[in-house]
């Protein structure tokens, strides 16, 4: 996936619309409260979202983990 123009709330609002997943549904995969999820993709906090989380994420949706991680090293 081409991530240059995305922040990473976008990407994960995008992989988890693509993955057909609610907010709630990611929330409960992830181990997260659904508010987290919100403020992630509104780009809130997302500098202290653990290594996990990414890691959660890309599994519940497909993505590969690199698709986060080299958004983060481009930050």
Same mark, same amino acid.
């Given at each position: ?5 995305? *922040?990473? %709330? ?13 907010? *709630? ?12 999820? =919100? ?26 983990? =690199? ?6 090293? %481009? =930050?």
């Amino acid at each position: 996936m081409d991530t240059k123009n995305l *922040t990473l %709330g976008e990407l994960i609002m995008t992989v988890r619309r693509r993955a057909k997943l609610t907010q *709630t549904k990611l929330a409960q995969q992830v181990g997260v409260h659904i508010s987290t999820i =919100s403020r992630w993709e509104r780009n809130v906090a997302t500098e202290e979202m653990p290594l996990k989380c990414f890691v959660k994420i890309a599994k519940a949706t497909n993505t590969p983990v =690199s698709d986060f991680l080299s958004l983060q090293e %481009g =930050s």
